[in-house]
């Protein structure tokens, strides 16, 4: 699993760094601890990333070079969205094909730094694929199941999560006895 992933930036640059990461992009800051702050930079927490917990942390370099081959891939619920959020603030938008299963395009930050946005082209299991998963052999289900409306989950006939993918957009519990 990973916890964060490092990018680097000029000094001085943090309040170009918060309009994009956390304005354009939509991702919360999250406070440095007092040793690591005062080194400058920003960290940033993925609300839309698969796992919630992983971080971006963006670094002060004093002879700082843009990444433009190494770059985080990041996942995304709408691609689309995304796309046209980041046109919107002047950001390029450049799609690629070549990744079999995933729609992607490369954008960079205020810095030049590329980012890679991603979306599996795969579809969401159907309410009934996930019913079929979750029922026991004499046909009951396991228990109670309780996600968003147009998330993903993956079950095995055990009712081991496999896959779970979050919708973001409106959650509306869904009970099944």
């Not at 796992?51 to 689309?80: C, S, W, Y």
């Not at 309410?127 to 052999?137: D, H, T, V, Y």
Request: glycine share 8%; aromatic share 10%; with cysteine.
């Amino acid at each position: 699993m990973i916890h964060h992933v490092q990018l680097a930036c000029p000094p001085g640059t943090e309040d170009a760094l918060r309009a994009f990461y956390a304005g354009v992009l939509g991702l919360p800051e999250i406070a440095k601890p007092p040793a690591l702050a005062a080194r400058g930079g920003c960290w940033f927490r993925g609300s839309w990333f698969r796992d919630q917990n992983v971080e971006l942390h963006i670094g002060v370099e004093p002879d700082f070079r843009p990444a433009r081959k190494a770059h985080p891939g990041l996942l995304v619920p709408d691609l689309d969205e995304m796309a046209q959020r980041l046109r919107a603030a002047g950001y390029p938008v450049i799609p690629d094909d070549d990744f079999p299963g995933m729609r992607r395009f490369y954008t960079e930050d205020p810095h030049g730094n590329r980012l890679e946005f991603l979306q599996p082209v795969s579809p969401v299991p159907s309410m009934q694929q996930i019913l079929r998963l979750w029922a026991r052999p004499d046909g009951a289900l396991r228990g109670k199941l309780h996600f968003p409306v147009h998330s993903e989950v993956i079950l095995t006939r055990d009712g081991v999560v496999l896959s779970f993918v979050p919708s973001f957009h409106s959650v509306q519990p869904c009970e099944l006895l």
